[in-house]
């Protein structure tokens, strides 16, 4: 069975192998604080910034998910409230959540703003040079939710203070792991809110972290796997290359050699590790089975867009005939009375 669904999504096919050492090398059930533990979060550390470069100033800690990230923004990096420009299900999710815990009184108070870079839910992303405007024109902090993106493409990490993501989407992990990426000036602000309330308050984090630790049990499993991928990754412009091109060619494919239509209209505002495919309920759901049984999972639709989207996952775990595949079944498959 080979998935195209956007998260959980395909894990490198080397996880198995990494798994099995895991166990077998007893990486799994060293002590959190001994030293050969602290040296496997050193070394994910170390290479998430080679791999990924970010910023050297900038300090990355480990949480269990992005929704943890939103909270850990909202109790610890927010001092009155936060906005969020939101464009689709999974900003809204945020939104709702931060608001949660620190409710918006006046907009024209708020500290954070937060915006996530590409939304898996209906496949649009923020690019960097919209990015740059809200950095322009906002003094706060930024942060950006890039679950279903880093490790997919190449960003500008000084375009905001705190940058997150699970590991089950673009980053081809199982999950249960989120990395969270924050700068000086996030650092700041958290010690001047000086949030110490919850088990996951950033300072806490923050100060286990310089010792490769973390305030509670951490992954151990998801974090020596996610250095093993990292070490196989190329430099991420040269993933970066490789995911927009594909990008590239299958928004090219569904437009001309399908019936297919793509849910975004503005190439501009196209994802490029998400294709939203837009169709009538009944097509949706039937090529979602035919495609089941040539051994393929397509992505549902989320959100608004359940019954009548698939989604395509356009991550860098998954192969170039794994793509071939998706695309023959495509080009012969068309649904009873037509897609539209
Ligand atoms: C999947 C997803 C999340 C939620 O991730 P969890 O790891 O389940 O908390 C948040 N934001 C975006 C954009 C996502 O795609």
């Not at 990924?52 to 900038?58: K, S, T």
């Amino acid at each position: 069975m080979i998935t195209f669904y956007p998260g959980p999504s395909k894990v490198y096919p080397q996880v198995a192998g990494y798994a099995q050492e895991a166990i077998q090398s007893g990486i799994v059930s060293l002590n959190h604080r001994s030293p050969g533990f602290m040296a496997v979060v050193e070394e994910t550390i170390r290479l998430l910034h080679e791999k990924l470069v970010i910023p050297a100033d900038y300090h990355i800690a480990f949480a269990s998910s992005a929704t943890e990230c939103w909270e850990i923004i909202a109790q610890s990096l927010t001092v009155t409230s936060s906005l969020h420009p939101y464009g689709g299900a999974f900003g809204k999710k945020w939104m709702e959540y931060a608001h949660r815990i620190k409710p918006m009184i006046l907009p024209g108070e708020a500290d954070v703003l937060c915006v996530v870079q590409n939304e898996t839910s209906n496949g649009t992303q923020v690019r960097m040079d919209t990015l740059t405007q809200f950095r322009r024109d906002f003094t706060g902090l930024i942060a950006v939710d890039a679950v279903s993106s880093l490790g997919g493409l190449a960003f500008d990490w000084s375009l905001a203070d705190v940058w997150f993501a699970s590991v089950q989407k673009c980053l081809g992990l199982p999950a249960g792991l989120a990395v969270l990426i924050y700068s000086p000036n996030a650092l700041e602000q958290a010690e001047i809110i000086n949030d110490r309330q919850f088990y996951n308050s950033l300072l806490f984090i923050h100060e286990n972290m310089e010792k490769y630790q973390t305030p509670f049990t951490p992954n151990g499993l998801g974090i020596y796997l996610l250095m093993n991928v990292l070490q196989q990754l190329p430099p991420i412009a040269e993933v970066d290359a490789v995911i927009c091109r594909r990008a590239a060619d299958w928004y090219r494919f569904i437009e001309q050699e399908t019936d297919w239509r793509l849910l975004i209209e503005n190439p501009e505002q196209r994802s490029d590790t998400v294709i939203a495919v837009r169709g009538n309920e009944d097509a949706i759901r039937a090529v979602k089975t035919a495609a089941q049984k040539n051994g393929i999972t397509l992505g549902n639709g989320y959100g608004d867009w359940k019954s009548n989207t698939f989604r395509i996952a356009n991550f860098p775990a998954i192969e170039d005939w794994e793509i071939e595949k998706l695309k023959s079944f495509l080009q012969t498959y068309s649904p009873p009375g037509g897609p539209v």
